[in-house]
Nanobody, 122 residues
């Protein structure tokens, strides 16, 4: 059974940085397209990033483009989301997700992490 384990969330002041990690357990990361999403209270889950199997193609959503960077390290079975210039509006639970094929919608992903809270204070 594939599991995704996230880490790296926490409180941070506006303008600060955090790096989230997501480790694949029970499977090989290289088999999956990886996505990052977030969900703020009372809001729908929001797409942030998608990385192809080898990392050769990376998509970033407009609200985070230029501030967030997604990457993957297949030998370490880990993907990361480097978040810079954080704003209070970035406060949310952040999730990683894995899909066996190239997908776009959140409900098309096969596996999800448990989520990690990021809280940005002004």
């Amino acid at each position: 059974q594939v599991q995704l384990v996230e880490s790296g969330g926490g409180p941070v002041q506006a303008g600060g940085s955090l790096t989230l990690s997501c480790t694949v357990i029970g499977g090989s990361l290289s088999k999956y397209v990886m996505g990052w999403f977030r969900q703020a209270p009372g809001q729908e889950r929001e797409f942030l990033s998608r990385i192809s199997w080898s990392g050769g193609m990376i998509w970033m959503a407009d609200p985070v483009k230029g501030r967030f960077t997604a990457s993957r390290d297949n030998p370490k079975n880990t993907v990361s989301l480097q978040m810079n210039s954080l704003k209070p509006d970035d406060t949310a639970v952040y999730y990683c997700a894995a899909a066996r094929r190239m997908v776009e919608e959140a409900d098309e992903y096969d596996y999800w992490g448990q989520g990690t809270q990021v809280t940005v204070s002004s």
